[in-house]
């Protein structure tokens, strides 16, 4: 009688998922992130690609998100508690952000308001079970709050709503107050043990100057929502932001090399979306506050960010096959 198919085919399918599956919502948000970084450096085939790959990763999220939330609640709301949980309202938004540059707006307005209706939801949920000493995934929630103003900020900017513009600037500045908090929790030990996601904590600021300089942009299409002098600060700290970003990428970047981590782990996706974030940051910048030079810095870190998402998906591939070579052995062995 033939094997059946869910012995030797899904089951090593399902045991790969349940490893992966946390890592799905910083692969949407790399993934993502490089489309509209590759959208702003004029590679527009790439981009497409990248958008497409994201929206399959973005596809395989929500389904996980959805499966839990109806066939396991207890595992839904205890991942729901955990900082981790913000990646799904994060990758929403980058998805949305790059929807909206494509001018579908209709499309990025429906992630929009799915994130505006998640985050709230899951912010509070974390905030009541706050922990010190925590890992990278502290500054999700400034992650999550920031992707809501630069989506936000893009919608308001093409459709030249004012009550839009204005949410997307105290959520900017609510983005800012949690980075503070999400920094005195985290354990700076992480810089040197740390399995990838201890780049969030530049990502974040790097979403932070992205959302500054979205809210730069909207001024600039309406001068009147805000005045010159709110203008002049939002500039100053956009400007502040990226520095303190770049700062940051540059000594995770060292912290690489004097305390080496060549395994693959899959929280190394954690790692690819900070990178990506870094230079899409520091391009967007560069045209809201006119500062060209840093154009070619954005595009070399684009591209360092690149390499870093294709070493994700070769070792991604790796632990895939490993894992199925590793099940099909385990079966032979039973049936022997």
Known sequence: ????????????????????????GAAVMATGILSIGLHLTG??????????LASLAWVALASDFLG?????????????????????????????TRFSAL??????????ALSAVLWPV???????????????????????????SVLGS????????????????????LGIALYVLSFAAFDPREVRKGAGDHWIAAG?????????????????????????????VLRATTGALLVLDLACYALLAVAEVVWPRPRYDVRRWSSVFPMGM??????????????????????????????AWLAAVAGTAFAFRSGVRADATGVRRHRA
Request: net charge negative.
């Open 154 to 173: 893009a919608i308001a900017a093409e459709v030249g709503s004012d009550w839009l513009a204005h949410a997307a600037m105290a959520l900017f500045w």
């Open 204 to 232: 974040a600021l790097g979403i932070s100057a992205l959302a500054g300089a979205g809210l730069v942009v909207a001024h600039d299409v309406n001068p009147y929502l805000w005045n010159d002098d709110d203008q002049g």
């Open 68 to 96: 839990r939330l109806v066939g396991d609640r207890e595992q839904w709301a205890r991942r729901a508690g955990t900082p981790a949980g913000l990646d799904a309202v994060a990758a929403t938004t980058v998805l949305g």
């Open 43 to 52: 590679y527009e085939a790439l981009s497409g690609i990248a958008l497409v």
């Open 122 to 148: 899951l912010l509070l949920s974390v905030l009541r079970r706050w922990r010190r000493r925590g890992t990278g995934e502290v500054f999700l929630v400034c992650v999550a709050t920031q992707g809501l």
């Open 103 to 112: 001018g579908w707006r209709t499309l990025a307005e429906i992630l929009l």
């Open 278 to 307: 870094s230079a899409v940051a520091t391009l967007a910048v560069s045209a809201a506050l006119d500062v060209f030079w840093l154009k070619g810095t954005g595009q070399v870190l684009l591209w360092i960010a690149v390499a």
């Open 1 to 24: 009688m033939p094997d059946t198919p869910d012995m030797t085919d899904t089951i090593p399918l399902r045991a790969w998922w349940a490893g992966w599956a946390p890592a799905a």
